[in-house]
């Protein structure tokens, strides 16, 4: 396994010019060293361009089967649904919770796509880590310090989502609690922020890919689905991401987004996914790059 060089630096005066100092001084990534991370084969940070695609919410088998059928017929890696949904109301659904995890098992056997989905509760990791490839934390718990350290001392590979209220150190910060917990592991996700805009769920930090990419070596991803919460908009962020260097992408695809439990209304349909998977290779190959496996 590699070795992440953790330095411990003082409280410098005038190293303003170190971009990858945190604030405070305590640790800092060594970015210098580019930084790649495997999931059964799907490589994050090299050459390809990582596409994770699936439903919000796991529903039932054929819902993520189909799904997974179609998005991986249109070249998608790897495949996601929530067994455990972070829902802002606790009147909408909560997902199917262990029965979830079986199916997002079953269906990444039949399929061959690694899956991942997101984790809550620390209670939760170990049961997550026996279904999942790799582990989401969602935005809501970026700030959630026991999750992080737990996940830490977890083997999985982690998927950290930005927090929607949280600037590109906290972000950072919290990528290194699992990062010093001895998970190396850590791919980090733009998913958009809360601004004063109002046209868009939230606001689609685009440009926290290159500052993120400049202060670490961690793969970067981006959900331009949650980014801007509206379908129609989201081949085109997508593919802005790509050209601004995203690593990859995590999009929500629904067999019937109008029929979808949680998210449907950003969810785009196999055929508007295949679409823009098309369309994301003459992206990438314009910025050097490839789809993943393609
Ligand atoms: C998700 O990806 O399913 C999700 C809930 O996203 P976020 O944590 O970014 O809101
Ligand atoms: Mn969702």
Not at 138 to 144: C, F, P
């Amino acid at each position: 396994m590699r070795k992440r060089e953790l330095k411990r630096t003082g409280m410098h005066n005038s190293d303003t010019a170190d971009k990858n100092r945190l604030p405070g001084g305590e640790y800092r990534f060594t970015s210098s060293k580019k930084e790649t991370v495997a999931v059964n084969g799907v490589i994050f940070g090299g050459q390809g361009i990582v596409v994770i695609a699936g439903p919000c919410a796991v529903e039932n088998f054929s819902q993520l089967s189909e799904t997974a059928r179609m998005v991986k017929s249109s070249g998608a890696n790897m495949l996601r649904g929530g067994a455990f949904k972070p829902r802002t109301s606790p009147y909408s659904f909560q997902g199917l919770e262990e029965e979830g995890l079986k199916i997002l098992r079953e269906v990444s056997r039949i399929t061959g796509l690694p899956v991942v989905t997101e984790v809550m509760d620390t209670r939760h990791v170990e049961l997550v880590s026996s279904y999942a490839d790799m582990l989401q934390v969602g935005s809501r718990n970026m700030h959630n310090y026991p999750l992080l350290k737990e996940v830490g001392m977890s083997k999985k590979p982690v998927l950290l989502k930005r927090g929607m209220m949280a600037t590109i150190e906290e972000f950072l910060y919290s990528a290194e609690y699992v990062l010093l917990g001895g998970n190396e592991n850590v791919v980090l996700c733009e998913r958009g922020i809360r601004t004063f805009e109002n046209s868009t769920r939230n606001t689609l930090d685009l440009s926290a890919v290159p500052v993120l990419k400049s202060r670490t070596g961690l793969p970067v991803i981006v959900d331009p689905s949650h980014g801007t919460g509206i379908r129609w908009m989201v081949p085109a962020m997508a593919k802005a991401a790509v050209a601004a260097g995203a690593d990859g992408l995590l999009v929500e695809v629904h067999v019937k987004p109008e029929e979808a439990l949680s998210d449907g209304y950003q969810s785009l349909d196999p055929g508007e996914f295949d679409i823009m998977m098309k369309e994301l290779d003459k992206i990438a190959a314009a910025v050097n790059r490839n789809i993943f496996g393609k």
